[in-house]
């Protein structure tokens, strides 16, 4: 029996040990790995063609029955809508849609909201918001659905869409003459972009509530009236009557997305009436290429997680999915051409509402909310997509790396020594002798919550009362505190002294809680976790707390942390764009522009959190940068070494 117990015959020790000795290998194979199979997914075996799951929908059962007196009044209130505009240069004709509502006979009401800005050193903003409510004939008040246009002033920087308040009444004044909605419509022209959306959606869901019992900026007010529950909502952007195409925006709120049913029901019925749509539409001219579909599909992949990892809507539509209301945004385009044939104005605008109404009444015809199809997925062409069970094998491949370095360096901590023929007590049939390090857990978890605690001032301070007292502008002050903070973990190493032992217990509670990191953060949000893994992995993988490491390696180690420092990296980001979007600025002018931009980002993410409730900045403050700390000390390992005792083996 002594043989069969002897540990250096175990199966599973030689395992461990051998796996140990190549972990670099094992945890980079991993890597390439979950990076192919990302890869594979543009491929036609790897995704799956768009189908409807919700039968109720019934896309094209029914003849549309708008007619061309629709687009007569469409057109009509454009012209009074135009005429208004030069009275109210900054400002929304409230008066006048307030009117049209009334005078298409449905329940109209104005809805006023106050943003508090936090850097305004008291500074209020004022907006109001107009809606008209369609009561279902057919049943009670239970159900509801949105259909909203947002305004923009003359004196917007954004891309007029005046077309849609008259799009949105002209369908308002056809819905009214029908008898068939089993559930409300609701008719909504916001202003101020998303802010007016964000006051509505809470003001319909939350209703009064006492500003002094809580910290929030917006104050919603109060709705007079409701509908139903809210099951779907439908916004609308329009350039002009005349279409080039229809890009349908999905990305919502933190990388919310919504029911895919909802959006392949948009792709059939724009596909019935002919007009051009899809998911990232671009202007004919563009769609010439020659790339592959494979490198088409890549590249779609690609600027969908670009544009979902941000966590910022695209749209009005995003701030719906928070409240679990399936939305999407339809962008029409202005058809833009050199000839001189052009559409005829007077039937322009018919297949676009008769688009709009065959969407209402499928949405009229559901039994419940979207719950049958996927809200997990990404779009790799207008008619094929990628499941959550398709591609969170990448992210798992990737965040196991961790996992398992972190196993096999704790199955490494034990220190052998041979020892003396003078002490046969001790001495194992192997010839040696088993000492486990102690290590200093009470060190590790201060460091730890030390860490922690800088990323928790970074999400905290930049809110403080007597900070935003101070008289200093939003993005220098928000700069200038992260700056510090940043400061502050990268020194860390260099002042705190951690006992021996605790650089090996510290490397392993970075893998596992990277780990953890890494998945959670990849369900919550699939295209940031997975561009996070893929620039920090390899630099995790890399680290080695061991003296006897490679000096290249360690010295390639360091500067790769350095660059991945979230503000540098942040910078860079915001470079890139800076580079592309402005090519004719010197290299000095690029870098001064880049910087100022950086600034701007931080604090329209500080803004957008305690506004929208956008996490992105919570994450990088509370996740990301104690992991860059821990990161930072770890890469530093020779200079603690040097400074660390060894751990020293009893021997005779």
């Not at 006979?105 to 004022?126: M, Q």
């Not at 724009?270 to 590249?299: C, D, F, I």
């Not at 680290?543 to 420092?565: D, H, I």
Request: aromatic content about 10%.
């Amino acid at each position: 029996m002594g043989l069969l117990s002897d540990p250096s015959l175990s199966t599973h020790n030689k395992l461990v040990d051998n796996l140990a000795k190549h972990m670099r290998k094992v945890c980079y194979a991993f890597y390439t790995a979950g990076v192919i199979w990302f890869m594979c997914l543009a491929l036609p075996e790897f995704n799956h063609g768009t189908y409807l799951s919700e039968n109720a929908l019934s896309p094209g059962l029914v003849y549309p029955e708008i007619r061309i007196d629709a687009n007569r009044l469409a057109v009509q209130l454009l012209e009074e809508l135009q005429r208004e505009r030069k009275d109210h240069q900054s400002t929304t004709p409230h008066a006048w849609i307030l009117a049209k509502f009334k005078e298409f006979g449905l329940e109209t009401h104005t809805h006023n909201y106050t943003l508090l800005y936090p850097f305004g050193g008291g500074k209020e903003f004022h907006g109001k918001n107009v809606y008209g409510i369609l009561r279902a004939p057919r049943i009670g008040s239970t159900e509801g659905i949105v259909f909203s246009a947002p305004y923009r002033a003359p004196s917007s920087v954004h891309v007029d869409i005046t077309s849609s308040v008259p799009l949105l009444l002209a369908f308002a004044d056809f819905a009214r003459r029908k008898n068939y909605w089993a559930k409300d419509l609701i008719f909504l022209v916001t202003e101020q972009e998303q802010l007016g959306m964000q006051a509505w959606l809470e003001a319909y869901h939350e209703g009064d509530r006492d500003p002094d019992s809580t910290n929030s900026y917006l104050l919603a007010g109060n709705l007079p009236a409701r509908a139903g529950s809210l099951q779907a909502a439908l916004n609308i952007e329009v350039q002009d009557f005349e279409i080039d195409y229809i890009d349908v925006k999905i990305e919502g709120l933190n990388g919310k997305l919504p029911n895919l049913d909802m959006f392949n029901l948009v792709q059939r019925i724009m596909a019935r009436e002919g007009v051009t749509s899809g998911y990232k539409q671009t202007p004919r001219k563009k769609r010439r290429s020659s790339l592959s579909n494979y490198e088409q599909n890549l590249r779609q992949i690609l600027a969908m997680l670009s544009t979902q990892s941000s966590g910022v809507p695209n749209g009005n539509h995003g701030l719906f999915h928070r409240y679990r209301i399936d939305a999407l945004t339809i962008s029409a385009a202005k058809r833009v051409t050199n000839s001189n044939v052009k559409t005829n104005p007077s039937s322009a605008a018919v297949p676009l509402l008769k688009a709009i109404e065959g969407i209402a009444r499928s949405l009229n015809n559901l039994l419940e909310r979207f719950h049958q199809s996927f809200f997990f997925y990404v779009i790799v062409h207008n008619d094929r997509y990628i499941s959550i069970g398709d591609y969170m094998p990448a992210l798992v491949a990737l965040a196991a790396c961790s996992v398992i370095k972190a196993y096999l360096t704790w199955s490494t901590l034990e220190a052998t020594q041979k020892t003396d023929d003078a002490n046969p007590k001790t001495e194992t049939p192997s010839g040696l002798e088993s000492i486990k390090l102690s290590l200093p857990y009470g060190s590790v978890l201060i460091y730890l919550a030390v860490a922690l605690f800088i990323g928790y001032v970074g999400n905290v301070l930049p809110l403080h009362q007597y900070i935003l007292e101070l008289p200093v502008s939003a993005a220098p002050l928000t700069a200038s505190i992260l700056i510090v903070l940043n400061v502050l973990g990268f020194g860390l190493p260099f002042v705190v002294v951690l006992p021996p032992g605790a650089l090996e217990l510290l490397h392993i509670s970075l893998l596992l809680i990277y780990g953890c990191a890494l998945i959670v953060i990849g369900l919550l949000n699939f295209s940031l976790g997975f561009f996070v893994a893929v620039l920090t992995t390899p630099m995790v993988i890399a680290l080695n707390t061991t003296s006897s490491a490679n000096s290249t390696l360690r010295s390639l180690t360091r500067a790769w942390t350095l660059l991945l420092n979230p503000l540098v990296v942040i910078y860079i980001i915001v470079l890139i764009m800076s580079f592309y979007q402005f090519p004719e600025l010197t290299l000095q002018q690029l870098l001064l522009r880049a910087a100022t931009a950086a600034m701007d980002a931080a604090t329209f993410a500080l803004i957008d959190s305690v506004i929208y409730g956008n996490w992105l900045y919570f994450a990088i403050c509370t996740v990301f940068l104690p992991l860059w700390i821990i990161c930072w000390t770890l890469a530093l390992a020779k200079r603690r070494d040097s400074a660390i005792p060894q751990a020293k083996l009893k021997t005779n």
